[in-house]
């Protein structure tokens, strides 16, 4: 009965709301790993707190959580040992051995050359700057689809420092190898510059009674620096990189004023000193302002939870995912124009599985200024205290092209919203 009820599930097509048709989305890429059982794979590097930097990977037997490092190719100066990997299961998958290990102090701007498990293969990363400028690519709602591989094409041909992800990974759907060959897929990105993402729909992949709580691949692969930002959950943290601080913000766990996650997010920004870090940016799954007919409202309870919160900490961006398409608007608060809000950019148009989000409301509302529904990427270069360059790209064309394009002025520069430390303070105040 169980049997059939997975089978069931692996086999029952993705939820698609009846307002909106996709086109054809195109066909996933399953990749199976070839190498010998005890070799390294679905390497992946994240931000672990000043100066550090974690490296991830699965071995399929038990081995040492160990990373060798240094600067020069083949000659491992250092090395940094882990806790000993884990393994999860979910019904009757058995997960590989998950090893996670904090290297560091790193120089800034360096190239490492670096390999796990005291073997395997050669990997290199860059760190990122330790001031600006510094560039960082965004896609949501990635999946592993051609046009996934388009979109990481893309994302790779022209340099950058972060990738962020605004949720949706694997689309694995509670098909666990699906996680397996989606580490594969972003391997070559994600081991040569850290992926800090946030979990969307797509990751929840609870069931009841056995696992109620969801997020049992996704917390025990993707592991966050969620300790080092001192919250008491992956779902939600914060880093500092360059002179920006990003709120990696969860849209599917608590975010009422009673929870972990707002209270959290409150002693955070407490914490933030706009004088070292000028540029403050959000990512959420969810969209709290989106004109499409896809996931209307969905974001809403989570916009008057916390958009106060955003508003009052003058965060410059706000980037989303889960509608397939891009969008980006004004500076908006509490659904009107207004020039100290941030501004809302939705870019959930990654390349899975699902296809795009075709249907706009109309007449275009005033503070929607620009949204197409394309697989694409976004770049956002952050110039200096004062100045940065939004740009979005389509996966049709060559990076040359620019789709949509917006110079952005910090709102700590702007005379009218420079009120933003007595805000905090009272922001503080409440606590
Ligand atoms: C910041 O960058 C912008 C865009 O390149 C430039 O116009 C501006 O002069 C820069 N500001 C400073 C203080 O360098
Ligand atoms: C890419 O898609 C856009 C939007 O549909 C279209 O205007 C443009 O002509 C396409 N470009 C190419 C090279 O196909
Ligand atoms: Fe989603």
Request: proline letters at 6%; one cysteine or more.
């Given at each position: 009965?169980?049997?059939?009820?997975?089978?069931?599930?692996?086999?029952?097509?993705?939820?698609?709301?009846?307002?909106?048709?996709?086109?054809?989305?195109?066909?996933?890429?399953?990749?199976?790993?070839?190498?010998?059982?005890?070799?390294?794979?679905?390497?992946?590097?994240?931000?672990?707190?000043?100066?550090?930097?974690?490296?991830?990977?699965?071995?399929?037997?038990?081995?040492?959580?160990?990373?060798?490092?240094?600067?020069?190719?083949?000659?491992?100066?250092?090395?940094?040992?882990?806790?000993?990997?884990?393994?999860?299961?979910?019904?009757?998958?058995?997960?590989?051995?998950?090893?996670?290990?904090?290297?560091?102090?790193?120089?800034?701007?360096?190239?490492?050359?670096?390999?796990?498990?005291?073997?395997?293969?050669?990997?290199?990363?860059?760190?990122?700057?330790?001031?600006?400028?510094?560039?960082?690519?965004?896609?949501?709602?990635?999946?592993?689809?051609?046009?996934?591989?388009?979109?990481?094409?893309?994302?790779?041909?022209?340099?950058?420092?972060?990738?962020?992800?605004?949720?949706?990974?694997?689309?694995?759907?509670?098909?666990?190898?699906?996680?397996?060959?989606?580490?594969?897929?972003?391997?070559?990105?994600?081991?040569?510059?850290?992926?800090?993402?946030?979990?969307?729909?797509?990751?929840?992949?609870?069931?009841?009674?056995?696992?109620?709580?969801?997020?049992?691949?996704?917390?025990?692969?993707?592991?966050?620096?969620?300790?080092?930002?001192?919250?008491?959950?992956?779902?939600?943290?914060?880093?500092?990189?360059?002179?920006?601080?990003?709120?990696?913000?969860?849209?599917?766990?608590?975010?009422?004023?009673?929870?972990?996650?707002?209270?959290?997010?409150?002693?955070?920004?407490?914490?933030?000193?706009?004088?070292?870090?000028?540029?403050?940016?959000?990512?959420?799954?969810?969209?709290?302002y989106?004109?499409?007919?896809?996931?209307?409202?969905?974001?809403?309870?989570?916009?008057?939870?916390?958009?106060?919160?955003?508003y009052?900490?003058?965060?410059?961006?706000?980037?989303?995912?889960?509608?397939?398409?891009?969008?980006r608007f004004t500076r908006v608060y509490d659904n009107k124009a207004d020039q100290c809000g941030p501004i809302h950019?939705?870019?959930?148009?990654?390349?899975?599985?699902?296809?795009?989000?075709?249907?706009?409301?109309?007449?275009?509302p005033s503070i929607s200024m620009?949204?197409?529904?394309?697989?694409?990427?976004?770049?956002?270069?952050?110039?200096?205290?004062?100045?940065?360059?939004?740009?979005?790209?389509?996966?049709?064309?060559?990076?040359?092209?620019?789709?949509?394009?917006?110079?952005?002025?910090?709102?700590?520069?702007?005379?009218?919203?420079?009120?933003?430390?007595?805000?905090?303070?009272?922001?503080?105040?409440?606590?």
């Amino acid at each position: 009965m169980l049997l059939l009820f997975l089978l069931c599930l692996a086999f029952a097509p993705p939820v698609v709301s009846p307002e909106y048709t996709r086109p054809p989305p195109r066909p996933v890429i399953f990749r199976q790993f070839k190498g010998p059982e005890s070799a390294p794979q679905q390497v992946h590097i994240s931000l672990a707190g000043k100066d550090y930097m974690r490296v991830s990977w699965i071995t399929e037997e038990k081995s040492q959580s160990v990373v060798e490092y240094g600067k020069a190719a083949g000659q491992y100066s250092a090395s940094a040992t882990g806790e000993d990997s884990m393994s999860y299961r979910y019904f009757f998958y058995t997960s590989g051995e998950i090893h996670h290990v904090k290297i560091g102090p790193l120089d800034p701007s360096t190239t490492y050359y670096y390999r796990c498990s005291g073997g395997g293969p050669e990997f290199t990363f860059r760190t990122p700057p330790s001031a600006f400028p510094i560039e960082f690519a965004v896609a949501g709602d990635l999946g592993q689809t051609e046009w996934t591989e388009s979109t990481l094409a893309h994302v790779g041909s022209r340099d950058y420092d972060v990738f962020l992800l605004p949720g949706d990974l694997s689309y694995a759907d509670t098909q666990q190898p699906l996680w397996d060959s989606f580490g594969q897929l972003v391997e070559p990105y994600a081991s040569a510059r850290p992926w800090m993402v946030t979990e969307g729909n797509h990751e929840i992949e609870t069931f009841p009674i056995i696992y109620p709580q969801g997020f049992t691949a996704y917390n025990a692969r993707w592991l966050m620096p969620y300790q080092e930002s001192n919250s008491q959950s992956n779902l939600y943290y914060s880093f500092d990189v360059a002179g920006a601080h990003i709120l990696m913000l969860g849209s599917y766990t608590d975010f009422d004023a009673d929870s972990d996650q707002y209270a959290w997010l409150l002693a955070d920004l407490a914490t933030v000193d706009r004088s070292k870090t000028p540029w403050l940016f959000a990512l959420i799954h969810a969209p709290w302002y989106n004109t499409n007919s896809a996931h209307k409202g969905e974001g809403e309870t989570m916009r008057v939870a916390m958009e106060n919160i955003l508003y009052n900490a003058r965060v410059d961006v706000v980037f989303a995912g889960h509608v397939h398409a891009y969008e980006r608007f004004t500076r908006v608060y509490d659904n009107k124009a207004d020039q100290c809000g941030p501004i809302h950019v939705t870019i959930g148009d990654g390349g899975n599985r699902e296809g795009l989000a075709m249907t706009f409301e109309s007449p275009t509302p005033s503070i929607s200024m620009f949204r197409e529904p394309s697989f694409g990427h976004g770049r956002l270069r952050v110039l200096n205290n004062t100045h940065a360059h939004w740009l979005w790209h389509r996966n049709n064309d060559t990076n040359s092209v620019t789709a949509d394009e917006i110079w952005l002025e910090s709102l700590i520069s702007s005379t009218h919203c420079n009120d933003f430390a007595t805000l905090s303070k009272s922001t503080n105040d409440e606590l």
